[in-house]
């Protein structure tokens, strides 16, 4: 178990400096990674994708949680948003992830794919900076449908919702500082509840590797959250530092080659 786990610190160390500097999760870095892995380990093809996106959500419950008290001392994460935001976000990952036990491989990778395609059109698109937060007072049914449809869409793909929440905050009205960091805050619940959901459906399912706890692969979380945690604060305190639009087409090249690997490692 120690040799696996040593295979994923690197791995925390991307998904750390992501989440904290965009305020990603990092399951876009993580499950991709994880469907390599997975494959070279024998695993199961019908369960790659469902151990891949448990494990991400697992991870991301470590990394955000270090991520959010590094923005938390910036003063930039908005707990009144936060509290009208998860409501609709919880219940729309239980609702969705109970359905993941249930779709194939394939589909879940083409699902993951088009997240991916989502994402980078979000990373790369122009859009006016909000230097100061001017936002209105968002209705509570607003933000929590809002958050339904995060909440779902993370369940499906094993993602903490940031490369969602983040531009919604910002066509919002609030600045972009503040939205990673709120972001960085929802996706702790959006997570945990991901990862009671893989445990839960994946407790009895047979042929899963050894090591496994549901559908969380224990090598591949320990390692990744041991240099997640310690990486996310980084990342956190380059968001306040560095110019995010080079950032950002960065990242995006980066997903552009992700997306690549999905659609081939699907077929």
């Not at 994880?34 to 419950?61: P, Q, R, W, Y």
């Not at 470590?62 to 001392?73: D, E, I």
């Not at 976000?89 to 991916?116: D, E, K, P, R």
């Not at 306040?240 to 997306?259: D, E, G, M, T």
Request: hydrophobic share 55%; aromatic share 10%; charged share 10%.
């Amino acid at each position: 178990m120690l040799e696996s786990m040593l295979i994923y610190l690197p791995l925390g160390v991307i998904a750390g400096v992501m989440a904290g500097l965009l305020g990603l999760g990092g399951g876009l870095v993580i499950v991709p990674i994880l469907t390599i892995t997975l494959k070279m380990a024998g695993v199961h093809e019908e369960d790659i994708m469902k151990i891949a996106v448990g494990t991400s959500f697992a991870t991301i419950c470590f990394t955000s949680l270090s991520s959010v008290y590094a923005h938390n001392k910036k003063q930039s994460v908005m707990w009144d948003v936060l509290i009208r935001f998860l409501p609709g976000v919880l219940i729309g990952v239980f609702a969705l992830g109970y359905f993941v036990n249930y779709l194939s491989n394939t589909l879940l990778s083409y699902l993951f794919s088009a997240f991916v395609l989502f994402s980078i059109y979000n990373l790369v698109k122009k859009k006016p900076p909000v230097v100061e937060d001017k936002a209105p007072n968002t209705h509570f049914l607003t933000l929590s449908g809002f958050g339904f449809g995060i909440g779902g869409i993370s369940a499906l793909v094993g993602v903490g919702g940031g490369a969602m929440t983040v531009p919604l905050l910002s066509h919002l009205g609030h600045e972009m500082k503040k939205a990673i960091g709120t972001s960085s805050a929802a996706g702790f619940p959006i997570a945990l509840a991901g990862a009671v959901n893989a445990v839960w459906h994946g407790f009895d399912a047979p042929n899963l590797p050894e090591y496994s706890f549901g559908f969380i692969y224990l090598p591949a979380l320990i390692g990744i959250a041991i240099t997640s945690m310690l990486f996310a604060p980084i990342g956190a305190k380059l968001a306040h530092k560095l110019p995010q639009v080079a950032l950002k087409r960065v990242f995006a090249i980066y997903l552009s080659i992700i997306f690549v690997q999905m659609i081939v490692s699907a077929h």
